[in-house]
Each structure stands twice: as C-alpha cells, then as structure tokens.
C-alpha cells in the first residue's frame, strides 16, 4: 500500500501495533459519539477492528494518521467510494483531519475509477459537516434512524464529491 505524506503526518497503513493507540481513540465517548457504532469496551474489540484494517491494507484505501511517531487517528476510504475519518479529541481542531483528507482525496480519485466520493455523516456533527463542504462535498440527501446506537436512533445527511 501506498503511504502519503503531509508537511505534519505521515499516513500509512494499519499493522496490529497500532491496536493501543487504536483502544485509546475508540474507547473515547467523545471520538465515538458520532461513529456508527458505540465506544469499545474492550481491547479485544479494537484488536478485531485493527484486524480488519489490517487484512484490507492491499486495497491502498484506508489509512492511519500518524504525528511525531504517534497515532491520532485514522480516515480514507474503508468501503469505497464512502470516505470518513475519526481523529482522537486531544487533536481537534488543528487542521490535522483536513491535511489528511486533502492528500487522501486526490489519492482516492487515482488509484480508482470512482465517479464520485461520499460521506454519511451524523446531522450533528457539524465539525465533520463543515469539513467536508470546504473540501468540496455537497450535501445530496438526508435519512432518518440509518444507525442504532445502544438502543438509540440516530439520522444520517449524505455527502458527495464528483471527480474533478
């Protein structure tokens, strides 16, 4: 797989040494509060969630974001063309999820023959809403009680970014 470099990240694929950094994120309430599924409970959780990065690296997709020698999160393209991204708190707003997706987006559009990205977002994710219009995505349409959540409902607004 490819790796890709910013002026402060370097994004590589996943390998099973990644699963304490990984525990630190997912367990997180607050990094997980708009993710599809709840916070991790265990470890054993997060080193099945690594595996399955780990096992789809060859597709060249799917990335960790590393600073400094330190995994802060993870975004691209899991399931193509449906990009996201989940970024641990301690680095929110410094414009670190933007320098990744701006070098994964252009990324994504030459190694495959995708009309378009998208983006299923939490209509309350307004952080992640306001990054995606700046980097180009519309919103297309929106959907109610797309994810259950420890038994609660939540509504989904998709986003799309055609080629080009």
């Known amino acids: 797989m490819t790796v890709l470099r910013t002026q402060r990240l370097l994004l590589r694929p996943a390998t099973m040494d990644d699963v304490d950094a990984f525990c630190d994120i997912l367990s997180d309430a607050r990094a997980m509060r708009f993710w599809s599924t709840p916070p991790h409970a265990s470890k054993v959780e997060t080193i099945k969630w690594v595996a399955n990065m780990v096992a789809m690296k060859d597709e060249g997709t799917d990335f960790v974001w590393e600073c400094r020698g330190r995994v802060i999160g993870k975004g691209g393209a899991y399931a193509m063309p449906e990009v996201g991204f989940i970024l641990h708190p301690e680095f929110w707003g410094k414009g670190f999820a933007r320098e990744a997706m701006e070098a994964i987006i252009p990324y994504l559009f030459a190694l495959t ?52």
Not at 115 to 133: E, G, H, K, Y
Not at 155 to 163: C, E, I, K, Q
């Open 113 to 164: 023959d995708t009309p378009a990205l998208t983006a299923d977002v939490d209509p309350d994710n307004a952080a992640s809403i306001s990054l995606l219009a700046s980097l180009g995505f519309k919103e297309t349409h929106r959907a109610k009680n797309t994810f259950c959540i420890n038994g609660v409902w939540v509504h989904s607004v998709y986003f799309a970014l055609p080629r080009g």
